[in-house]
């Protein structure tokens, strides 16, 4: 900002973080309108369709419902919320049986819900799972 007196410049500047932390802060608050839950567990049953759409080995995203379920071996399922234990927000990916949160970075071993990176120190919460006539439902009453 050429021609602006120094002070003026620095009050610019800071207004311009301040800002721009606002918006850091709401994204990871759980308060946040931004695709975090107060309970990252489903309050009632949950269908996720077909149990092949998971692969032997690896792991699927429900990012609409917030769950994550892995297959380590065939007509073996597990689920977990997917929101990260550090900032409320929703995985945004599974690579093989990893899951990324795009927050602050955290990463989980989907197999174990365990941070395998942090910030996170807290495992994804477990969510009850059944597996019947090729369907998989996950909540409370599963």
Known sequence: MPGLPAARRTVLKGAALAGAAGLGAAACSTESKLGHAKSPLPT??????????????????????????????????????????????VLDKVEGTEGHCPCHGSRFDMTTGKPVKGPATVPLPAVPLTAEGGKLVAGSDA
């Open 44 to 89: 009632a049953p949950v269908d996720l369709g077909a149990a092949a759409e998971v692969p032997v080995g690896g792991a699927k995203l429900y990012r609409e419902q917030r769950l994550v379920v892995v297959c380590p071996a065939a007509g073996e399922y597990k689920a977990f919320s997917a929101q990260c234990t550090h900032g409320g927000c």
